[in-house]
């Protein structure tokens, strides 16, 4: 935990009673670190409050430091218990362990895939132990409000939990090693943002067969750095499909494709970014239901308006926007105003642009916006044309349309 988060919660942590995990378990150095059973009060209280306050910002920085166990258990005979845990089997080999069942990676996965026996001794004694995954959202896995077993000798943990427990644990073991190794890739603050980069990353790699520690923090360093799909590119096709069988470090088979496929990548990854950058823009705008977009209005009757406006009003859209005090007539040639950034509906809303004429008569025109969403700020421009059929007319432009061909 880091040093901020020790100091805001060290004088709560004072007020309630914590029991080390280990406890009269022979790893006294441990025992003074956590992890630490809290009999948490119920919430009720500035005191009490403070502390549940604060365990769950802690959570939602970094989900990995707290859980939450729902007993009628005495906390005492439930720390016994769990220190049956601590010393388990591992399979295949039956290789014994300290055994960190409490990380909230692993809870759901021991929930999960355990056999029924094992899962019942672990949580049967509980009405429910809860945690966060590294989204924020909460994890419940039920127990059975059942009496505390007979302690067994060692925790059996088969082989495929053993293997189910390393991929859940792959990407914190990654962000550790890009922290010492490349730590400026982990351009986010806290623990949860990272992680949640990392899986989808750290699932990429095992899918190729990738395990080792090492060779999965180079997958992923590369990811962050050129995206998830960087992957894509047929040399490092051939490079990864056969990893599996291969003995060689990845970074060294990385290497040796050369800097000119690494330049494809990161040409790609470019355009990838810039397209992803489009999208998020695009979709804030489609959400918001307009753009503020540089806007040219011509005029291409012979009459001249005044105080000429653009209302719309269609769903949870609502606002008017004035476009000009005076647009004179088009007389010899089209006049045209240049506007800097006016707020338009998205294409394909239906909206109302106002004017005063001759002998301040009021006009209006209904339309429906066309075209595309820009894919930038800053970018597009809006036309909004008063044409000769006396009709109103709006198109929306990603990028400004060159002028017609002059013969």
Same mark, same amino acid.
């Given at each position: ?5 020790? @100091? ?44 549940? #306050? ?11 430091? !707290? ?76 127990? *059975? #409000? ?14 495929? !939990? ?49 395990? /080792? ?54 040409? +790609?990854?470019?355009?990838? $970014? ?11 705008? @489609? ?6 977009? @540089? ?5 291409? +009757? ?12 269609? /769903? #949870?859209?609502?606002? *008017? ?41 009021? #006009?209006?025109?209904?339309?429906? !916006?066309? /075209? ?22 709006? @198109?929306?432009? $990603? ?9």
């Amino acid at each position: 935990m880091s040093g901020i988060w020790q @100091r805001q919660l060290s004088d709560t942590l004072k007020t309630v009673p914590r029991f080390a995990l280990y406890s009269d378990t022979g790893l006294d150095d441990l025992s003074q670190t956590g992890p630490f059973l809290i009999s948490c009060p119920e919430p009720e209280g500035v005191e009490a409050r403070a502390l549940c #306050n604060g365990l769950n910002g802690l959570t939602r920085s970094d989900h990995r430091f !707290v859980s939450w166990i729902w007993t009628t258990h005495d906390i005492e005979p439930l720390i016994g218990h769990l220190q049956t845990l601590l010393h388990a089997r591992l399979g295949p080999d039956d290789g014994d362990a300290w055994f960190f069942f409490h990380q909230p990676a692993y809870l759901p996965v021991l929930h999960r895939e355990l056999p029924e026996p094992s899962r019942r001794y672990m949580f049967g004694p509980c009405l429910a132990w809860w945690c966060l995954d590294p989204r924020g959202e909460l994890v419940e896995l039920a127990g *059975e #409000n059942l009496p505390l077993p007979a302690a067994w000798d060692a925790f059996p943990v088969p082989g495929e !939990v053993v293997s189910a427990l390393h991929r859940a644990g792959a990407p914190a073991q990654v962000r550790a090693w890009l922290q010492k190794v490349m730590p400026a890739l982990l351009d986010r603050n806290d623990a949860n943002a990272q992680l949640q980069q990392l899986t989808p990353l750290a699932e990429q790699a095992f899918a190729y067969g990738i395990t /080792g520690k090492t060779d999965l923090g180079v997958y992923a360093a590369h990811g962050l750095q050129y995206g998830a799909r960087y992957d894509d590119h047929p040399a490092l096709q051939g490079v990864l499909t056969q990893f599996r069988a291969g003995d060689a470090a990845l970074i060294d088979a990385y290497a040796a494709l050369g800097s000119g496929v690494w330049k494809e990548v990161q040409e +790609t990854a470019r355009q990838r $970014a810039a397209e992803a950058a489009a999208q998020a823009h695009q979709d804030k705008l @489609r959400k918001y239901g307009y753009a503020k977009v @540089r806007t040219r209005i011509i005029n291409r +009757t012979e009459h001249r308006k005044w105080k000429v406006g653009l209302i719309a009003d269609h /769903g #949870n859209i609502g606002f *008017e926007s004035a476009l000009a005090d005076e647009l004179p007539g088009g007389v010899y040639s089209d006049e045209e105003i240049d506007l800097p950034a006016v707020n338009i509906p998205i294409p394909g809303t239906q909206a109302v642009v106002k004017w005063t004429g001759q002998a301040g008569r009021e #006009n209006s025109d209904e339309f429906v !916006v066309t /075209g595309e969403l820009p894919r930038a700020e800053g970018e597009g421009l809006v036309i909004v044309q008063f044409a000769r059929d006396f009709r109103v007319y709006v @198109r929306m432009y $990603a990028e400004e349309p060159k002028p017609a061909r002059q013969w």
